[in-house]
Antibody
Framework: EVQLQQYGTELGKPGTSVKLSCKVS????????MHWVNQRPGKGLEWIGRIDPANGNTIYAEKFKSKATLTADTSSNTAYMQLSQLKSDDTAIYFCAMTTEGNWFAYWGQGTLVTVSS | EIVLTQSPTTMAASPGEKVTITCRAS?????MHWYQQKPGASPKPWIY???KLASGVPNRFSGSGSGTSYSLTISSMETEDTATYYC?????????FGAGTKLELK
């Protein structure tokens, strides 16, 4: 069974950074793309970017190019996303997700709620 | 970036009623994918490659469309179908979602 494990909550102060993790079991992340999607309170889904863990290649949605940095550690089968220069507008649930057999998100983590507050 | 416009934004359906949700793309796309999300939960893949049902999805659901117009249809609404449904596309190394359609029980 494929599982994507994320921690529940993160609290960050304005202007600081947070690093989220997504540990995958049941699937080798070298064989997939790892994505990050956010959902602001009461709003819809927004794609942030993806990483190819096999080579570290990344692509980002335009609005997140200076906000998010995606990395992956194939030895621990874990993907990471660092969010920098946090603002209140970054308060959201951040999901990791995998595309495996096409350009659709076949597996999702349970999400990490990031709250930005002083 | 391709923009996806879903309609309606919100709708209510009675048990047994047929439901259709539409997703229109600002430019032609090859496939459309759909997700179901219930409050407090992660999105679940629901329909992929326009018309293929994800694992465990009841066959009262179907998907269709091409080019810039796609739809998700429920042949007979059931209580458990209350949720928000999102369409999603991939094109030119960019993934976008529709704003969602909230489906409620009448």
């Amino acid at each position: 069974e494929v599982q994507l494990q994320q921690y529940g909550t993160e609290l960050g102060k304005p202007g600081t950074s947070v690093k989220l993790s997504c540990k995958v079991s049941g699937y080798n992340i070298r064989s997939t793309y790892m994505h990050w999607v956010n959902q602001r309170p009461g709003k819809g889904l927004e794609w942030i970017g993806r990483i190819d863990p096999a080579n570290g290649n990344t692509i980002y949605a335009e609005k997140f190019k200076s906000k998010a940095t995606l990395t992956a550690d194939t030895s621990s089968n874990t993907a990471y996303m660092q969010l920098s220069q946090l603002k209140s507008d970054d308060t959201a649930i951040y999901f990791c997700a995998m595309t495996t057999e096409g350009n659709w998100f076949a597996y999702w983590g349970q999400g990490t709620l990031v709250t930005v507050s002083s | 970036e391709i923009v996806l416009t879903q309609s309606p934004t919100t709708m209510a359906a009675s048990p047994g009623e047929k439901v259709t949700i539409t997703c229109r793309a600002s430019s032609s796309v090859s496939y459309m994918h759909w997700y179901q999300q219930k409050p407090g939960a992660s999105p679940k893949p629901w329909i992929y490659d326009t018309s293929k049902l994800a694992s465990g999805v009841p066959n009262r659901f179907s998907g269709s469309g091409s080019g810039t117009s796609y739809s998700l249809t429920i042949s007979s609404m059931e209580t458990e179908d209350t949720a928000t449904y999102y369409c999603q596309q991939w094109s030119s190394n960019s993934y976008t979602f529709g704003a969602g359609t909230k489906l409620e029980l009448k």
